[in-house]
């Protein structure tokens, strides 16, 4: 069985910062795609960043340039750098991963969330 288990999250003022990290634990042959969401209530969780084993990286349109996702192999973690915040970052934060835990089954898997809450 893999978890994975954010951390990071918190109230934080307009233009500040805040980094997540995202570790994944328990049998696993290798991280494919890593990937954080974010949901409002009442809306459709959304991709907001997303990274693959080779490191090449993508943004949602809304959070390019202050935004940085990142991971480190060794430690089977990833992390989301987010800077220049706005009120409208506010959400739960979701990573999801695309785990092989063996040579042939490989599935998504989610964490549990945190919230982001961005206000002055």
């Known amino acids: 069985q893999v978890q994975l288990v954010e951390s990071g999250g918190g109230l934080v003022q307009p233009g500040g910062s805040l980094r997540l990290s995202c570790a994944a634990s328990?049998?696993?042959?290798?991280?494919?795609?890593m990937n954080w969401y974010r949901q409002v209530p009442g809306k459709e969780r959304e991709l907001v960043a997303g990274?693959?084993?080779?490191?090449?990286?993508k943004y949602a349109d809304s959070v390019k340039g202050r935004f940085t996702i990142s991971r480190d192999n060794a430690k089977d973690t990833v992390y989301l750098q987010m800077s220049s915040l706005k009120p409208e970052d506010t959400a739960v934060y979701y990573c999801?991963?695309?785990?092989?835990?063996?040579?042939?089954?490989?599935?998504?898997?989610w964490g549990q969330g945190t919230q982001v809450t961005v206000s002055s």
């Open positions: 328990g049998i696993i042959f290798s991280i494919n795609t």
């Open positions: 999801n991963g695309d785990i092989s835990t063996s040579w042939n089954r490989r599935l998504a898997y």
């Open positions: 990274i693959n084993i080779g490191g090449v990286t």
